[in-house]
T-cell receptor, first 114, second 115 residues
Framework: QKEVEQNSGPLSVPEGAIASLNCTYS??????FFWYRQYSGKSPELIMF????GDKEDGRFTAQLNKASQYVSLLIRDSQPSDSATYLC??????????????FGRGTQLTVWP | DTGVSQDPRHKITKRGQNVTFRCDPI?????LYWYRQTLGQGPEFLTY????????KSRLLSDRFSAERPKGSFSTLEIQRTEQGDSAMYLC?????????????FGEGSRLTVL
């Protein structure tokens, strides 16, 4: 069973601050990781994916992956009230009988206050 | 609209009744997934298909749940003899297996309330 753990939050930051969201996983062989954003009552939408160790930046978002320590993080710079949502960490099973399945954490609720 | 569509968006039923949800994936996608999500939890895997073949069904899923994708296009998820614990959002997602991202595209979900 591939476990994905997220700091449960909720996380509250002021507008303009950096929001840091963390995720750890149990399967050392996992290769592909995703961050989804989910607004209340809506379906998840992909923000970023990351495969390689290190940082990946896309606008205000930076994903960080450390396979040796088995954690993935998402940094949101210059946080905006519109970033208020639940952020889901997910890993893609890329081998074995569960190939292609996406495993989700329970999500971290972020609130950005003006 | 060329995204994933689900129907109905909301369903209220009485305990013991059967319900069926439909999902139309993005047309060129070969994989289709069903997830269930309850409040405060991440999506929980139920089952998935590659074309018309059902590749895996969660061991957590009782025999009351069945899913089909008869022609490799749309899919249905049926819940027989519904229970209050079945109340949840049922999410369908599709992907193009073999693409470079493995991204799942989600529909808006079908919310089930069992009274």
């Amino acid at each position: 069973q591939k476990e994905v753990e997220q700091n449960s939050g909720p996380l509250s930051v002021p507008e303009g601050a950096i929001a840091s969201l963390n995720c750890t996983y149990s399967d050392r062989g996992s290769q592909s990781f995703f961050w989804y954003r989910q607004y209340s009552g809506k379906s998840p939408e992909l923000i970023m994916f990351i495969y390689s160790n290190g940082d990946k930046e896309d606008g205000r978002f930076t994903a960080q992956l450390n396979k040796a320590s088995q954690y993935v993080s998402l940094l949101i710079r210059d946080s905006q009230p519109s970033d208020s949502a639940t952020y889901l960490c997910a890993l893609l099973a890329d081998r074995g009988s569960t190939l292609g399945r996406l495993y989700f954490g329970r999500g971290t609720q972020l609130t950005v206050w003006p | 609209d060329t995204g994933v569509s689900q129907d109905p968006r909301h369903k209220i039923t009485k305990r013991g009744q059967n319900v069926t949800f439909r999902c139309d994936p993005i047309s060129e996608h070969n994989r289709l997934y069903w997830y269930r999500q309850t409040l405060g939890q991440g999506p929980e895997f139920l089952t998935y298909f590659q074309n018309e073949a059902q590749l895996e069904k969660s061991r957590l899923l009782s025999d009351r749940f069945s899913a089909e994708r008869p022609k490799g296009s749309f899919s249905t998820l049926e819940i027989q003899r519904t229970e209050q614990g079945d109340s949840a959002m049922y999410l369908c997602a599709s992907s193009l297996w073999g693409s470079n991202t493995g991204e799942l595209f989600f529909g808006e979900g079908s919310r089930l309330t069992v009274l």
